[in-house]
């Protein structure tokens, strides 16, 4: 399954600008880990992990 991906950049002012043209990308099989977020340490989301 392909997907596209166009990425845009955005001044202060709210104007935006084509960083990379739309282009056909394949999604990853497989995703590092050392690329996620670290766990949330708010006092919700540790009491869900206890």
Not at 22 to 28: G, K, L, N, Y
Not at 35 to 48: G, L, M, V
């Amino acid at each position: 399954m392909a997907m596209t991906i166009k990425v845009y950049e955005m001044d202060r002012y709210g104007k935006t600008r084509v960083v990379r043209p739309e282009s056909e990308v394949v999604p990853a099989k497989t995703v590092d880990q050392s690329f996620a977020f670290p766990a949330c340490e708010c006092d919700q989301c540790k009491a869900k992990q206890s």
